[in-house]
């Protein structure tokens, strides 16, 4: 039975822990939590469609008005906080650290299956599996989740299979950003150093400059938990690096998700480790025209999508660029059942068309 409790959020909102066991990367006793968004009474959601959003680095899901707007497309709408990460965290545990992205497919698969599990009262009892899943992903979990759904996809019946239907990406981590030095002899050292001395720290949390812009007690709008979110971000250590370019590289190859992706990001870049009015308008953490560069990987149907003025959280964005991101969600959204029904039907011709040449 799936033991639903009171989340940090408050009213509407409930988390499940769930249960890892033992850390592959050896710190111990690891969970994942799953947080849940219960509508008012009176609001009846869509039949089958489903929300899934997976956090950044030095992240965690706290975006209400994000609930909301898909709430507000008849969407259900769940947030995963990923081992080690927000409310997962636990003592003895270092915040974000892991030497695999591949290991997040643990409890990326569990939640999956607890949410159709969960769309089961309304699904006549078929276990969830007409329910419709949207994956939307910020940053390091807009590289985490096409890794994970490209390895959905090679199972058998695909990520459709699965009950995905399509990727929303804010931002992803598609590159190195930096000089060319680090995406090329930076990267040798981060793979060897990473082997031997994961735990050993590569930068430090010293950049302040996007938290000040966001957090309201600085320069920002937004109310949040900064020990699971701090102002400077969490250290960035060797074997998490290491996976991270693994992951990069994995995905630059090629990937193919089997969905239609919306690839959401700002227009413009500009760095700064510390606060200067600038970066409200900005993203000052990634290279957006690596974005650019790299987002055709996914492999099906990708739009990309600048959106001028908006923040590397173009949902955190000021309030013009943050409702552009939005419209460009909900048209994303509005679309997809079209091309859900295209692509039954042209699976279905195909298999019919196998059916007869065998």
Same mark, same amino acid.
């Given at each position: 039975?799936?033991?639903?409790?009171?989340?940090?959020?408050?009213?509407?909102?409930?988390?499940?822990? /769930?249960?890892?066991?033992?850390?592959?990367?050896?710190? +111990?006793?690891?969970?994942?939590?799953?947080? $849940?968004?219960?509508? %008012?009474?009176?609001?009846?959601?869509?039949?089958?469609?489903?929300?899934?959003?997976?956090?950044?680095?030095?992240?965690?899901?706290?975006?209400?008005?994000?609930?909301?707007?898909?709430?507000?497309?008849?969407?259900?709408?769940?947030?995963?906080?990923?081992?080690?990460?927000?409310?997962?965290?636990? %003592?003895?545990?270092?915040?974000?650290?892991?030497?695999?992205?591949?290991?997040?497919?643990?409890?990326?698969?569990?939640?999956?299956?607890?949410? $159709?599990?969960?769309?089961?009262?309304?699904?006549?009892?078929?276990?969830?599996?007409?329910?419709?899943?949207?994956?939307?992903?910020?940053?390091?979990?807009?590289?985490?989740?096409?890794?994970?759904?490209?390895?959905?996809?090679?199972?058998?019946?695909?990520?459709?299979?699965?009950? &995905?239907?399509?990727?929303?990406?804010?931002?992803?981590?598609?590159?190195?950003?930096?000089?060319?030095?680090?995406?090329?002899?930076?990267?040798?050292? &981060?793979?060897?150093?990473?082997?031997?001395?994961?735990?050993?720290?590569?930068?430090?949390?010293?950049?302040?400059?996007?938290?000040?812009?966001?957090?309201?007690? $600085?320069? +920002?709008?937004?109310?949040?938990?900064?020990?699971?979110? %701090?102002? +400077?971000?969490?250290?960035?250590?060797?074997?998490?690096?290491?996976? /991270?370019?693994? +992951?990069?590289?994995?995905?630059?190859?090629?990937?193919?998700?089997?969905? %239609?992706?919306?690839?959401?990001?700002?227009?413009?870049?500009?760095?700064?480790?510390?606060?200067?009015?600038? &970066?409200?308008?900005?993203?000052?953490?990634?290279?957006?025209?690596? &974005?650019? $560069?790299?987002?055709?990987?996914?492999?099906?149907?990708?739009?990309?999508?600048?959106?001028?003025?908006?923040?590397?959280?173009?949902?955190?964005?000021?309030?013009?660029?943050?409702?552009?991101?939005?419209?460009?969600?909900?048209?994303?959204?509005?679309?997809?059942?079209?091309?859900?029904?295209?692509?039954?039907?042209?699976?279905?011709?195909?298999?019919?068309?196998?059916?007869?040449?065998?």
């Amino acid at each position: 039975m799936t033991t639903w409790r009171a989340d940090v959020l408050g009213e509407n909102y409930e988390q499940h822990t /769930i249960e890892l066991g033992s850390d592959p990367d050896g710190e +111990g006793e690891i969970v994942a939590t799953l947080v $849940r968004y219960v509508p %008012p009474k009176g609001t009846v959601p869509a039949p089958h469609s489903t929300a899934l959003y997976i956090h950044g680095y030095s992240d965690y899901f706290f975006q209400r008005h994000l609930a909301d707007r898909f709430a507000a497309q008849g969407y259900r709408f769940y947030a995963l906080d990923l081992r080690k990460c927000g409310r997962s965290q636990r %003592p003895g545990l270092t915040p974000h650290f892991v030497t695999d992205l591949a290991l997040y497919d643990e409890e990326l698969n569990e939640a999956l299956r607890l949410i $159709r599990k969960d769309a089961e009262g309304d699904d006549a009892g078929d276990g969830g599996a007409g329910t419709r899943v949207i994956v939307a992903a910020h940053s390091t979990g807009g590289l985490i989740a096409p890794l994970w759904v490209d390895r959905l996809n090679r199972e058998p019946g695909g990520a459709r299979g699965a009950g &995905i239907r399509g990727l929303v990406l804010n931002s992803p981590w598609l590159d190195m950003q930096g000089s060319w030095w680090l995406r090329s002899i930076g990267t040798a050292a &981060i793979e060897a150093v990473g082997r031997v001395q994961p735990m050993r720290i590569a930068q430090d949390a010293k950049f302040d400059g996007y938290g000040t812009s966001l957090h309201a007690d $600085r320069k +920002g709008e937004w109310e949040y938990n900064l020990d699971w979110k %701090p102002h +400077g971000g969490y250290p960035a250590r060797f074997g998490w690096l290491r996976a /991270i370019r693994r +992951g990069h590289f994995s995905l630059q190859r090629g990937l193919d998700v089997g969905v %239609p992706a919306l690839i959401l990001r700002s227009s413009k870049t500009w760095f700064s480790p510390h606060y200067v009015s600038e &970066i409200d308008s900005v993203d000052c953490v990634l290279d957006v025209k690596q &974005i650019a $560069r790299w987002a055709g990987c996914m492999g099906n149907r990708t739009l990309i999508v600048p959106i001028p003025g908006a923040r590397h959280d173009v949902f955190l964005s000021q309030k013009g660029a943050r409702e552009e991101a939005f419209r460009e969600l909900g048209e994303f959204l509005s679309w997809l059942p079209a091309y859900d029904g295209l692509a039954r039907t042209a699976s279905a011709a195909v298999s019919t068309s196998t059916a007869v040449v065998s």
